[in-house]
């Protein structure tokens, strides 16, 4: 899993690849429990790369939003594709998060419209 972080932005992008599940839920939650000790406030999790997601996983996710919007911050999820957004229709998560198309639009609405927000986070 990759992650691509601006300190100076407060913001990072996390990029989970393949199925998310049991191994993958703690990665995840070590992660951002990680990148709100250092300061970030938003981030963004790409979809781009996930095939499946377990129900867990998503439990995690919704926690880790609630940490963050607890601490001033937001997690959004970019990149959703057609079965995990069923997926998160059926357990009725759909409307916790805030979603976009691609991280660019994610970067974009979140960090007040800055222009070319993709140059704050360094190359993948």
Same mark, same amino acid.
């Given at each position: ?50 095939? !499946?997601?377990?129900?867990?996983? @998503?439990?995690? %996710?919704?926690? &880790?939003?609630?940490?963050? #919007?607890?601490?001033? +911050? /937001? $997690? ?10 069923? !997926?998160?229709?059926?357990?009725? @998560?759909?409307? %916790?998060?805030? &979603?976009?198309?691609?991280? #660019?639009?994610?970067? +974009? /609405? $979140? ?14």
């Amino acid at each position: 899993m990759q992650v691509r972080w601006s300190e100076t932005h407060g913001t990072a992008v996390i990029d989970p690849q393949g199925d998310l599940g049991i191994h993958t839920m703690v990665e995840i939650k070590n992660c951002i429990r990680t990148l709100l000790a250092d300061g970030c406030r938003t981030m963004i999790l790409d979809c781009a790369g996930v095939r !499946r997601v377990e129900a867990t996983v @998503l439990g995690v %996710l919704v926690e &880790r939003l609630c940490r963050s #919007q607890g601490m001033g +911050g /937001t $997690l959004a999820l970019a990149n959703v594709g057609p079965e995990l957004t069923q !997926r998160m229709r059926e357990l009725r @998560l759909d409307s %916790l998060f805030q &979603r976009f198309e691609s991280v #660019q639009a994610a970067l +974009g /609405t $979140l960090m007040g419209s800055q222009r070319d927000a993709a140059a704050l986070l360094p190359a993948e």
